[in-house]
């Protein structure tokens, strides 16, 4: 259920408590263990007042995770801003917006899981997230187009093989496909982006701890290694970090 913006301020502050203590919830016993009653509880609230704004679980659980994505994909856009604002290259600002995207998941681990760990069972998650969703890989997609159109991309060595694969809202996002040498750079973009979402889901998870003494420096340059594979080059400077 979407919280509708003709809400009086009173119930704006209601749904803010109520998200609260639900994210309090998430960090404790993860969004399976997520229920109105413990909500409720948490909050020091009446179970009714919690199911007149939210009346099924599934309801706060999709509020929680359009938060989470929206606030992660202003994470990004704000860091892509102040990059490009700065004229940076599209690979210092690719940098900057996995950095950003980083801060926010480690600083928010309960959502993080909540939209790329395990799925929670019996939860569908319905249209209302998609655009929230997006806004993480439309910023990825406009750092790449500003690339091409920069002419700050190396041709690939190969194309990939076979008719695309892509469906048509995916090259929507990105404005159409380009021509050759680059004409599969959507596919190689979407390998991007899985890639930084699969690398964090190693270091937020602490499966890379054990194998690098700098996480945060190994971050960097798995960023600029992937990076490669759309033709795009990521400074890694001295003090660069």
Do not use: C
């Not at 609230?45 to 679980?57: G, I, K, M, N, Q």
């Not at 021509?179 to 937020?204: K, M, N, Y």
């Amino acid at each position: 259920m979407n919280v509708s913006a003709t809400q009086s301020s009173d119930d704006l502050a209601l749904t803010a408590v109520v998200k609260d203590a639900a994210r309090r919830q998430l960090a404790q016993h993860g969004a399976s263990g997520l229920s109105l009653d413990a909500v409720a509880r948490g909050g020091g609230l009446d179970v009714s007042a919690v199911e007149a704004l939210f009346p099924h679980r599934d309801d706060l659980l999709t509020a929680l995770v359009v938060d989470a994505y929206d606030a992660s994909g202003a994470a990004m856009e704000q860091a892509d801003r102040a990059a490009a604002d700065a004229g940076a290259p599209a690979g210092a600002r690719l940098l900057a917006v996995a950095r950003a995207l980083r801060g926010w998941s480690f600083a928010n681990p309960s959502e993080f899981t909540l939209i790329y760990g395990s799925p929670v069972p019996g939860y569908h998650a319905p249209q209302d997230t998609v655009p929230p969703a997006s806004r993480t890989p439309a910023v990825l997609a406009g750092i790449l187009r500003s690339a091409l159109e920069g002419g700050e991309l190396t041709p690939p060595r190969r194309t990939l093989p076979g008719p695309s694969l892509l469906r048509p809202e995916a090259l929507a996002l990105f404005g159409g496909a380009p021509p050759a040498p680059f004409s599969d750079i959507v596919e190689r973009g979407i390998a991007l982006w899985s890639s930084l979402i699969g690398l964090l889901i190693f270091q937020v998870f602490s499966r890379t701890h054990d194998s690098v003494r700098d996480e945060a420096a190994y971050f960097d340059q798995a960023v600029a290694v992937t990076a490669e594979t759309v033709g795009l080059v990521v400074p890694l400077g001295e003090g660069d970090r």
